[in-house]
């Protein structure tokens, strides 16, 4: 059986090895011309696939990279595992998810199986993606099977992976949710069922806006202890001492990646379409984005003023231990950072390059450090007598 993965990025790739070595012939989809290149000859800068598993499922005819859609006319299932980012309004932009199911539509081949693994809003997958397959292929929804099952990957884990973590799923009819079942079953341990299509699209939304307000919510309380000049991480290790109705979460500059801040928007756009204004979004949204010059300002306190002083940022990426730079709130501070004077500079040897800037090295050099993302294999012993902003809840 042929199964093509179109998006062969953080979700599609782990995705498509992992359905290749449970036995599918995989065909990874992607219009990034060295991106299949590169897959092709075994190299990918995505930090949790092993190279060695790549190489294995091409050697072994499993799994080919390639820019051509039209395999998709022999493929028994197709996925689409494409970016749903936001525009520069800050609304869904959708048109990555369109482009490839127009292209996965055109190729489309009666009794197929599609599965869309985005994040999107609720009604997406029923009332954009079925019309476009529909419209781009000729054939009536009948015709071919639709569902929906969102990804849950949660980058650099040790813990969780594509085979341990329960995949939701939903069918536009039982024939395309028996199906898909089948298909995740073969390399994923607990495939649940949801009732509908809109149910799992939601669950999803769900999921990652109880994070952006339980972060959101934990900074503004440690800008609430900062003041009062008590620690809030011994505040919140202190209340993980009970033993139910708490889950902990802890401060930092904000939050970052391709879906916290940007899945809730979402919800958030579709809950207005159709008024039911979610407002705790909306205000998570707003302190998120309010934290990079919250700290700016600290920084500006702890030395004096920023104008003329030479600042180190520490830790580039939206989270500890990966290179993942995607919506990272670091990207904001150094803005304000720049903005008040300073001369900035980032250490993050993960990241290594970005921006056109090059990462330097930790030193003694500076009036200030900022510990933006702290990456366990950093050693701020050399950074001498600096004096260190540490934004994961400092007083
Ligand atoms: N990254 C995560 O941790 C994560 C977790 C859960 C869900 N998601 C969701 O999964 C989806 C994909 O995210 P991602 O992180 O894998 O994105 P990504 O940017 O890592 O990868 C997407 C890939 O799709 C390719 N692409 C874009 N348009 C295409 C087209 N028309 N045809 C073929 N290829 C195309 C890009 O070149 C890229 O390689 C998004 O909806 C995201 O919200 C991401």
Same mark, same amino acid.
């Given at each position: 059986?042929?199964?093509s993965?179109?998006?062969?990025?953080?979700?599609?790739?782990?995705i498509?090895?992992?359905?290749?070595?449970?036995?599918?012939e995989?065909?990874?989809?992607?219009?990034?011309?060295?991106?299949?290149?590169?897959?092709?000859?075994?190299?990918?800068?995505?930090?949790?696939?092993?190279?060695?598993?790549?190489?294995?499922?091409?050697?072994?005819?499993?799994?080919?990279?390639?820019?051509?859609?039209?395999?998709? =006319?022999?493929?028994?299932?197709?996925?689409?595992?494409?970016?749903?980012?936001?525009?520069?309004?800050?609304?869904?932009?959708?048109?990555?998810?369109?482009?490839?199911?127009t292209?996965?539509?055109?190729?489309?081949?009666?009794?197929?199986?599609?599965?869309?693994?985005?994040?999107?809003?609720?009604?997406?997958?029923?009332?954009?993606?079925?019309?476009?397959? =529909?419209?781009?292929s000729?054939?009536?929804?009948?015709?071919?099977?639709?569902?929906?099952?969102?990804?849950?990957?949660?980058p650099?884990?040790?813990?969780?992976?594509?085979?341990?973590?329960?995949k939701?799923?939903?069918?536009?009819?039982?024939?395309?949710?028996?199906?898909?079942?089948?298909?995740?079953s073969?390399?994923?341990?607990?495939?649940?069922?949801?009732?509908?299509?809109?149910?799992?699209?939601?669950?999803?939304?769900?999921?990652?806006?109880?994070?952006?307000?339980?972060?959101s919510?934990?900074n503004?309380?440690?800008?609430?202890?900062?003041?009062l000049?008590?620690?809030?991480n011994?505040?919140?290790?202190?209340?993980?001492?009970?033993?139910?109705?708490?889950m902990?979460?802890?401060?930092?500059?904000?939050?970052?990646?391709?879906?916290?801040?940007?899945?809730?928007?979402?919800?958030?756009?579709?809950?207005?379409?159709?008024?039911?204004?979610?407002?705790?979004i909306d205000?998570?949204?707003?302190?998120?984005?309010?934290?990079?010059?919250?700290?700016?300002?600290r920084?500006?306190?702890?030395?004096?003023?920023?104008k003329?002083?030479?600042?180190?940022?520490?830790?580039?990426?939206?989270?500890?231990?990966?290179?993942?730079?995607? =919506?990272?709130?670091?990207?904001?501070?150094?803005?304000?950072?720049?903005?008040?004077?300073?001369?900035v500079?980032?250490?993050?040897?993960?990241?290594?390059?970005w921006?056109?800037?090059?990462?330097?090295a930790?030193?003694?050099?500076?009036?200030?450090a900022?510990?933006?993302?702290?990456?366990?294999?950093?050693d701020?012993?050399?950074?001498?007598?600096?004096?260190?902003?540490?934004?994961?809840?400092?007083?």
């Amino acid at each position: 059986m042929i199964i093509s993965v179109i998006g062969q990025g953080y979700v599609g790739l782990p995705i498509a090895l992992s359905a290749a070595t449970s036995g599918f012939e995989v065909k990874g989809i992607d219009n990034d011309q060295n991106k299949v290149a590169n897959l092709n000859s075994g190299v990918t800068s995505i930090e949790d696939v092993d190279l060695q598993v790549i190489s294995e499922m091409i050697s072994s005819g499993k799994y080919f990279a390639t820019t051509n859609y039209s395999i998709i =006319e022999k493929s028994a299932i197709v996925l689409i595992c494409v970016p749903t980012p936001l525009d520069l309004d800050h609304k869904p932009d959708l048109s990555y998810l369109i482009a490839a199911a127009t292209s996965a539509g055109r190729h489309l081949s009666r009794g197929s199986l599609v599965i869309l693994e985005s994040t999107v809003a609720p009604g997406t997958t029923r009332n954009i993606i079925v019309k476009i397959l =529909e419209q781009e292929s000729g054939l009536e929804s009948s015709d071919f099977l639709v569902a929906y099952s969102p990804e849950r990957i949660d980058p650099s884990s040790k813990k969780w992976n594509v085979k341990n973590t329960p995949k939701l799923v939903a069918g536009l009819d039982n024939k395309a949710t028996k199906q898909a079942v089948d298909f995740y079953s073969k390399f994923i341990d607990n495939v649940v069922v949801c009732e509908s299509i809109e149910v799992a699209e939601t669950a999803k939304l769900l999921e990652n806006s109880f994070r952006l307000i339980n972060i959101s919510f934990i900074n503004e309380l440690s800008i609430f202890c900062s003041k009062l000049g008590i620690s809030v991480n011994e505040v919140i290790n202190a209340a993980s001492t009970k033993p139910y109705g708490f889950m902990p979460f802890y401060p930092s500059i904000g939050v970052g990646g391709h879906c916290i801040p940007v899945d809730p928007l979402y919800l958030a756009n579709k809950a207005s379409e159709i008024g039911a204004p979610t407002r705790f979004i909306d205000l998570a949204d707003q302190i998120n984005q309010e934290m990079p010059g919250y700290f700016a300002g600290r920084a500006e306190e702890k030395i004096g003023g920023l104008k003329g002083k030479k600042v180190l940022v520490i830790g580039v990426s939206y989270k500890p231990n990966v290179a993942d730079v995607r =919506e990272t709130p670091v990207k904001s501070l150094i803005v304000e950072l720049v903005g008040r004077g300073a001369q900035v500079s980032w250490h993050d040897d993960l990241v290594k390059e970005w921006n056109g800037e090059k990462s330097v090295a930790l030193s003694n050099e500076y009036d200030l450090a900022i510990l933006a993302t702290p990456h366990d294999y950093l050693d701020l012993t050399k950074l001498g007598d600096v004096p260190i902003l540490n934004t994961r809840g400092s007083i």
